[in-house]
Nanobody, 124 residues
């Protein structure tokens, strides 16, 4: 599967952005999907994941209540709605997918497919 992330930009603290990740090449609906981010000078970290089976979602603690991951299987797209943004949310955001049938986790090394990243900058 090929992944294409978009929707990043510059926003003031307290604002919102919605990231999109369009998938192509395989049956999107059977893939768990995840979002990661990498801030300047830091390692890439898990943000959120969406399970294709059961529709469960989960988040890293720092974004709970502010970010929402969702998916539209008809459009082969996963979204990350980001509200109440903070300067510490500034990062390049990546969408990713493990092998179909594998469960998405917070572990970066369990993801096999990655989008190119989209930059989110939150000004104070």
């Amino acid at each position: 599967v090929q992944l294409q992330a978009s929707g990043g930009g510059l926003v003031q603290a307290g604002g919102s952005l919605r990231l999109s990740c369009a998938a192509s090449g395989q049956t999107f609906s059977i893939y768990d999907m995840g979002w990661f981010r990498q801030a300047p000078g830091k390692e890439r970290e898990f943000v959120a994941a969406s399970m294709w089976s059961g529709g469960n979602t989960y988040y890293t603690d720092s974004v709970k209540g502010r970010f929402t991951i969702s998916r539209d299987n008809a459009k082969n797209t996963v979204y990350l709605q980001m509200n109440s943004l903070k300067p510490e949310d500034t990062a390049v955001y990546y969408c990713a997918a493990p092998q179909p049938g594998s469960i998405a986790t917070s572990r970066e090394d369990e993801y096999d497919y990655w989008g190119q990243g989209t930059l989110v900058t939150v000004s104070s």
